[in-house]
């Protein structure tokens, strides 16, 4: 049974989720504040934590920074806050996903079974890719460039994972939301936008001179060695 810890300061909202998942066969533990959050994180281990951003004591984006120092939990965003900049924002925190109120239970368990899906255990890692001078490693999740170490968060290990197992086709950014977040239907391209930003970002390249990461307008995103150039490359 998946343990699920909620950090909300509405008590209706709190009490609603806390049932819905119940019902559903989670063990749900609930706080109303950040740092009552903070502490459950650190001594219980949940399996993943919802987590509002307008919290009483300490700013939810905020928290999202304290947990990634100390933990890999997956945290869902549930918020009223449904402007891009603050999705960005979470996102660039470390936040998994990112669920706007108001909210179904159901679609917050199927966001739920998404990121433990990510997490689980599952068949034997294939061996490194090579793109080029881009090594992508699943066993060890680390990525080099050149030789040189690339430093990425989980979300962006896993779109470039993905993007390198296909490299030189160009896959479409409604297939890497399902594969990459899980979120075949209803999910936002925009996710999918900024994450390739960081990634580009990281790489040493940008929209306007890819060396790697190339957007092919109205289709899709595809990775590729620099010395096999890209054809109607765009911006994201």
Known sequence: MASILVVEDDDAIRTAVHRGLRARDYAVATVATGLAGLEHVLREGPDVVLLDLGLPDIDGLTLISMVRTASNVPIIVITARDDDPTMVRALDAGADDYVVKPFGTEQV?????????????GSTPTPALKVGGLVVDERSRTVTLDGEPVELARKEFDLLHLLASRAG?????REL?????QQAWGGSERTVDVH???LRRKLGESAA??????SIRGVGVRLAPPEEPAVAETGS
């Open 109 to 121: 368990a199927a966001r739920i079974r998404a990121v433990l899906r990510r997490g689980r255990p």
């Open 169 to 173: 086709e160009v896959v479409s950014k």
């Open 177 to 181: 939301l399902a594969e990459v977040w």
């Open 196 to 198: 390739l930003s960081w």
């Open 209 to 214: 001179s890819p060396r790697y990461l190339h």
